[in-house]
T-cell receptor, first 112, second 114 residues
């Protein structure tokens, strides 16, 4: 089955540690996205990538980093510089600009 | 800059009554518009989209939305609400001038009472 996988579903880290969230898709989509979801704030765009080896900052990129070395993979690193990292993180992809986004199941990150 | 506004945090309707979830947008070019639904602790599921053509768009589960360019709105509607429609609904916009950047609204929680 084609789709997007995010792992793990739940992630716990101590403050000051970097953590990497995984996102993999087998849909052959060119564009991939990372969003952060907080209660009452909807989905806020962190980074997106239109093609391999290229990515753009979204509205809340500070404290995050990404890479796009393979078409199938778009990992997100939450660095210690991110002041409030505890959130629900969603990955998405699309094949064409007119298409709807396909979303993964999400990773809930808790930093204490 | 792109932006999306969903002015209502929550919408309450009785089962069987029509429902409307509001969305207004701002883009520099013409918009591609989308509605998604989210159930607790899950990813988003696509409902419908407006790309071009007919302003009334029909989607999954009996939902529809009307694109109004003069009012920059894309309200989600359903003629008869079901309890199972209770969920979190998101509107999203993408500028059709060439980029892939997609911005979401803050979401509207729909509560359908039996």
């Amino acid at each position: 089955d084609g789709g997007i996988t995010q792992s793990p579903k739940y992630l716990f880290r101590k403050e000051g540690q970097n953590v990497t969230l995984s996102c993999e898709q087998n849909l052959n989509h060119d564009a991939m996205y990372w969003y952060r979801q907080d209660p009452g704030q909807g989905l806020r765009l962190i980074y997106y990538s239109q093609i391999v080896n290229d990515f753009q900052k979204g509205d809340i990129a500070e404290g995050y980093s990404v890479s796009r070395e393979k078409k199938e993979s778009f990992p997100l690193t939450v660095t210690s510089a991110q002041k409030n990292p505890t959130a629900f993180y969603l990955c998405a992809s699309i094949g064409d600009r007119r298409d709807e986004q396909y979303f993964g199941p999400g990773t809930r990150l808790t930093v204490t | 800059a792109q932006s999306v506004a969903q002015p209502e945090d929550q919408v309450n309707v009785a089962e069987g009554n029509p429902l409307t979830v509001k969305c207004t947008y701002s883009v520099s070019g013409n918009p591609y518009l989308f509605w998604y639904v989210q159930y607790p602790n899950r990813g988003l599921q696509f409902l419908l989209k407006y790309i071009t053509g007919d302003n009334l768009v029909k989607g999954s589960y009996g939902f529809e939305a009307e694109f109004n360019k003069s009012q920059t709105s894309f309200h989600l509607k359903k003629p008869s609400a079901l309890v199972s429609d209770s969920a979190l609904y998101f509107c999203a916009v993408r500028d059709n001038t060439g980029g892939f950047k997609t911005i979401f609204g803050a979401g509207t929680r729909l509560f359908v009472k039996a």
